[in-house]
């Protein structure tokens, strides 16, 4: 396997963690205004998040840095290209960054609101945005022969985006459901569950419909048709639906999480590897689509960094690990009154 | 106003922004994880108490360094696509090393910190503080290797119509990037020195916990003393380096239009760039400047006039920053070694103490203008000698770009304003 490939797989594979981590940050916060209705609810929501927001978000850094490393042309063109959409992105992301660190600082119910709308409005946004840059990302995007993009943010509104953005709604929304299961108690667990088990049938149905409208929309089921084996990636989001409803089922808060996880992240896998090797396709032309060949970083520096990888990656994960261990109970009456809490 | 003036304009407001909250998260991190290790060594709640205080500004400063610095990451390749693919190959590594190795530790460890003062052994929670306080000092390490390509690009070959790695290991030893590392950071820990004296000196007025802000202004005085004379020192020979490798940056920072030997330095200057001279050029100290830029008065400095006007650097900016700069350098040296010599009864020195308070703000002005000094006096470069800025912006149209300027403008300037009012709330509280 050529390092091209190998960094393309490592670069789908960000994503998907990304997802996965972000993924229950961003659900949490699209669910507050829904599921938290006393200031200690709305207080266990960003306690929930708080001492792993950050690092989730790291990944997407990771990702876009990845993509410029590995693949500087893709960078380029993606980022150039979807400007309004990536500043959107980035703007909602800012507004939902200062909420943890400002909400408590004052003594005001306005205050508070203000913070809760921003962290709505910073989940929410990101979520349909990623779906609707991703999903035309499946599609592809107008990218001419000199590779600039021929649209607006309203090509990217077209209903193939618009429906990828609320999956990625639906998706997080499920998956912070179960986070909120897995820290919360009593009657806001419950309700956390109750939610999951809501938001379980749309999704359901709305992924079928997505992979219904992927093989009108777009080219991602031939690299499938060509090599019906890579089909059993499908098993990965379509095994997790499953059990996630079953472990929900039995209240098993984690074991539900996770395989939600694997319902985000093997979408992200599917889609990704549907459009290798290309990274970013043309709707006007494949010849213009920016892919492995024309955008790879040099060998030299795919094998360095992938070195870096190695080393670094593994244990990046196992700090994470002990990070989710260490603060892995329910946020309690006493953790609200700690004196660091959000 | 085009796009290239738009992306220009956008990319320096955003970075200086940036710029405001980082050197206090770079300098704060070390002296929290300080207060906290003398915590853990003496068991004297005190200092514990210090670790909190001092640590909730800190991470209040903390959270708008972190929205503020996803924009950069982004932005490179919003508005700099042609920059992006040119030196990607370069370029990107460094950025995504930055992340993998310190964004991650930094963002995992604050949030193990903020949360586990009840649940974890105290020994491992003060190692997590010191871990955050190494990863953004690493962080900077990696953007600055960055940077310190574009001003002086090694380890690279033009091959492909772009700049692709030939040595990592050039790259990563760039003596100009190390130099102006270590100038940012010791700078940075200059600013958490000033900002924690005037917080101490606020409350020593009052005669509010005195002991407490007795130990914190010493701990920023010691901490600032010793760096803003490293950084002076070790300025000056980064000095050295930029005369010989940026000669036309050189030039302009001193506003040098006539090449020659034995150049003196005028103590007061100011640019005519229209009419490549000076209009003023007063109290001259002979052939300093040969000897700043070279440590030999017969040196040959070059002058501005030796470069095309295309290939000259903003003068008036460029001087100007850099006079600021070093002025107010000056200033914190002088500042600091008062304290010193006040350090035993600063109670009985309110002036002193009063100053130190408007002194906050000093710090901050001084870096911002060292970074003006090192971006606008690499122009017309992105990469110095290999690309020019205007070459490198985005294909996009300049409507996209004045509609993100204008969100960047309202969107940043409300969030510091908030985060400076709450830095301000909290600085003035009792500690617990």
Known sequence: MDLGTIWFILWGVLWAVYFILDGFDLGLGTLLPFLAKTEDEKRTFYNAMGPFWDGNEVWLITAGGVTFAAFPATYAVMFSGLYSALMLLLFALIIRGVCFEFRSKVESPAWKKLWDTCLFIGSFAPALLLGVAFANIFKGIPIDQDHIFQGTLFTLLNPYGLAGGILFVLLFAHHGALWLAIKSEGSLRERAFAMAARLWPIMAGWIVLFLVFSMFATNLFSNYLRWPLLLAILLIPVGGLVMTKVYAAKARAWAAWAASAAVIGGTALFGVMGIFPALLPSSLSPAFSMTIENSASSPLTLSIMLGVALVFVPVVIAYQIWNFRTFRHPVTKDDLEYEEAY | ?432
């Open chain 2, 1 to 432: 106003m085009d796009t290239l003036m738009l992306s220009r304009l956008q990319f320096a407001f955003a970075t200086f922004i940036h710029f405001i909250f980082v050197p206090l998260t770079l300098g704060l991190s070390i002296l929290v994880a300080y207060m906290e290790t003398k915590y853990v060594r003496t068991g004297d709640e005190t200092y514990k108490k210090m670790a909190k205080f001092w640590g909730k500004l800190f991470l209040i400063n903390f959270a708008l360094g972190v929205v503020t610095g996803i924009t950069l990451e982004f932005q490179f390749g919003t508005n700099w696509s042609r920059y992006s693919m040119y030196v990607g190959d370069i370029f990107g590594s460094l950025l995504a090393i930055e992340a993998t190795a310190a964004f991650f530790l930094e963002s995992t460890f604050i949030g193990v910190w903020v949360f586990g003062w009840k649940k974890l052994p105290k020994k491992l929670h003060a190692a997590c503080i010191w871990i955050v306080a190494f990863a953004a000092n690493l962080s900077a390490v990696w953007i600055i290797l960055a940077n310190g390509f574009m001003q002086n690009p090694v380890g690279y070959v033009i091959r492909n119509g772009r700049a692709e790695l030939d040595s990592f290991f050039a790259v990563i030893t760039n003596g100009f990037a190390w130099s102006q590392y270590i100038h940012t950071v010791v700078g940075s820990y200059v600013l958490a020195g000033f900002f924690v004296m005037g917080v101490s000196a606020w409350h020593l007025l009052r005669k509010q916990n005195i002991d407490f802000f007795t130990r914190s202004f010493r701990m920023g005085l010691g901490f600032a003393l010793v760096a803003s004379f490293v950084v002076a020192i070790q300025g000056h020979s980064h000095g050295n380096e930029v005369a010989r490798i940026q000669p036309a940056k050189l030039a302009a920072m001193e506003s040098h239009w006539e090449t020659g030997t034995h150049v003196p330095m005028y103590l007061l200057s100011f640019p005519d760039e229209k009419n490549e001279r000076n209009s003023v050029e007063a109290i001259g100290i002979p052939s300093m400047l040969s000897i700043l830029a070279f440590s030999d008065p017969a040196a040959e400095v070059k002058g501005l006039k030796d470069f095309a006007p295309e290939d000259r650097p903003p003068v008036a900016l460029t001087f100007l920053s850099f006079r600021l700069m070093v002025g107010l350098g000056t200033l914190m040296i002088i500042l600091t070694v008062w304290g010193f010599l006040k350090r035993k009864n600063l109670l009985d020195n309110p002036g002193y103490l009063k100053l130190m308070i408007w002194a906050i703000p000093v710090p901050y002005l001084a870096l911002q203008a060292g970074w003006a000094v090192a971006e606008v006096g690499r122009q017309p470069w992105i990469v110095h000698g290999l690309m020019r800025t205007k070459d490198a912006v985005s294909p996009i149209a300049a409507s996209q770009v004045a509609v993100s300027l204008a969100a960047f403008v309202v969107v940043y300037l409300l969030l510091a304003a908030l985060d400076i009012y709450l830095l301000a709330k909290f600085a003035r509280k009792s500690p617990a």
